[in-house]
Each structure stands twice: as C-alpha cells, then as structure tokens.
C-alpha cells in the first residue's frame, strides 16, 4: 500500500517523537523493540521499492539520535 512521501515523511517523524514515550512505557527490551519494529515494518510496507532506502536510512537515523542498538537478530 504506497502512500505519497510526505505522509510516510510524517509517519517516520511520529515514530521518532514516540521513542522516549516507548522507552518508558516499555522498559523490557524485547518489548521496546517489539513495538518500535512493529511501528518501522509498517511503515516500510507503506513504502515504494524506490523509497525504501530512504526509509531505512531515516529508521537508522532515529535509531542512533536516540542511542538504540538493536537486538543482533534486528541488525
């Protein structure tokens, strides 16, 4: 289901506010990363195959701004 640039632009700037709001009301690590991946793999869906590097690259971008290190089997 592609969606213009710019909703999954907004849609990647959400999931970037709500990492400290997901970080306190999901102190267990497998449960943080439960939803934050849950949050990314839907965005990504709502991707075109040309923009889903871009997606990436914003994921990873959000991932370090916040200091998260994925689990070794998200990496």
Do not use: Y
Not at 20 to 41: C, E, I, V, Y
Request: net charge negative; charged share 25%.
């Amino acid at each position: 289901m592609d969606k213009p640039h710019a909703e999954i632009d907004r849609m990647l700037d959400t999931l970037d506010a709500s990492v400290p709001r997901l970080l306190q009301g999901k102190p267990s690590p497998g449960d943080f990363w439960a939803s934050f991946m849950g949050m990314a793999n839907a965005i990504q869906d709502c991707a075109t195959p040309d923009e889903r590097g871009w997606v990436c690259d914003r994921l990873d971008a959000i991932q370090v701004k916040h200091h998260l290190v994925p689990p070794a089997d998200q990496i």
